[in-house]
């Protein structure tokens, strides 16, 4: 069965620190896609990354940076120098197989909060 | 172009009432997905439809829950008989097809609160 787990339920830095989200997942499948969703205080869910099973490049976009270890089944998130609009609840989920369950697994979510 | 609408973005029934949520995906988009998000389970898969298919139930909690999708674009989830347990934010998703790849855009939600 798939599972995604977000063991950091709260994380409080100062602004400009460095701060990494961790994901790690469970599933049975070989393909499968890993996604990072944004949930600022206004409610929507925003779509930052995609990733499917046979590409483990990190990503950089930006201060964003994303780093998928299929040996550890992490799929972990680093905001560089965070800013205050960096604030927000930031969700791991995945999605398994080519055909067959369409839906998103999501972890509880990590609430990020960047001080000034 | 415009993103996924939901409406009433705020729901306030008495127990035992039935609601009506609506979801407009992103114009183009063929597949509808709805999910749930509450303090005590997270986010949770409902429901999603793929064109003029059946959709897939399986994540629907009870059958006072239902869903349909009209003319492959707007849809609408009701739920009959509220309870409590069903206070939660409900919210839409659209992709521009059904299968992993295809990344799921959400809307801002409709928060319902059963009294």
């Known amino acids: 069965a798939q599972k995604v787990t977000q063991a950091q339920t709260e994380i409080s830095v100062v602004e400009k620190e460095d701060v990494t989200l961790d994901c790690v997942y469970e599933?049975?499948?070989?393909?499968?896609?890993l996604f990072w969703y944004k949930q600022p205080p206004s409610g929507e869910l925003v779509f930052l990354i995609r990733r499917n099973s046979f590409d483990e490049q990190n990503e950089i976009s930006g201060r964003y940076s994303w780093n998928f270890q299929k040996s550890t089944s992490s799929f972990n998130f680093t905001i560089t120098a965070s800013q205050v609009v960096d604030s927000a609840v930031y969700f791991c989920?995945?999605?398994?197989?080519?055909?067959?369950?369409?839906?998103?697994?999501f972890g509880q979510g990590t609430r990020l909060t960047i001080n000034p | 172009g415009a993103g996924v609408s939901q409406s009433p973005s705020n729901k306030v029934t008495e127990k035992g009432k039935d609601v009506e949520l609506r979801c407009d995906p992103i114009?183009?988009?063929?597949?509808l997905y709805w999910y749930r998000q509450s303090l005590g389970q997270g986010l949770e898969f409902l429901i999603y439809?793929?064109?003029?298919?059946?959709?897939?139930k399986s994540g629907l909690p009870s059958d006072r829950f239902s869903a349909e999708r009209t003319g492959g674009s707007v849809s609408t989830l009701t739920i009959q008989r509220t309870q409590q347990e069903d206070s939660a934010v409900y919210l839409c998703?659209?992709?521009?097809?059904?299968?992993?790849?295809?990344?799921?855009?959400f809307g801002p939600g409709t928060r319902l609160t059963v009294l």
């Open positions: 989920a995945l999605s398994e197989g080519i055909q067959g369950a369409q839906k998103l697994v």
């Open positions: 114009s183009g988009h063929t597949a």
């Open positions: 599933t049975r499948d070989t393909t499968y896609y």
């Open positions: 439809f793929q064109g003029n298919s059946a959709p897939d």
């Open positions: 998703a659209s992709s521009l097809a059904v299968g992993p790849k295809y990344t799921q855009y």
